[in-house]
């Protein structure tokens, strides 16, 4: 059982800035997909951006330009960073490790925008 523990979110204006933290209780972290995720109240839960265990990164058309995923595989981190938010970016995000048979889901962290 691997568990995901985000952090980092928070308020902020629009045009703000922030950083998310996904730690992960796993040695073989290196392994896995991970996946940022958000989900605004009344709407699905959506990829925003992933990272491959090569590196790879992918993003959605809303935040390409202005997120920015990456990991850090000693510290078992994957970071998303957050630029130009805007009020539509408000919503619960998470992350979420996926292998072969293997898919673990943090509790999410709040981003709320303000304009």
């Known amino acids: 059982q691997v568990q995901l523990a985000e952090s980092g979110g928070g308020l902020v204006q629009a045009g703000g800035s922030l950083r998310l933290s996904c730690v992960a209780s796993?040695?073989?972290?290196?392994?896995?997909?991970i996946g940022w995720y958000r989900q605004a109240p009344g709407k699905q839960r959506e990829l925003v951006a992933g990272?491959?265990?090569?590196?790879?990164?992918n993003y959605a058309d809303s935040v390409r330009g202005r997120f920015t995923i990456s990991r850090d595989n000693a510290k078992n981190t994957v970071y998303l960073q957050m630029n130009s938010l805007k009020p539509e970016d408000t919503a619960v995000y998470y992350c979420n490790a996926a292998a072969l048979f293997n898919n673990y889901w943090g509790q999410g962290t709040q981003v709320t925008v303000s304009s």
């Open positions: 796993t040695s073989t972290f290196s392994r896995y997909y």
């Open positions: 990272i491959s265990n090569g590196g790879t990164t």
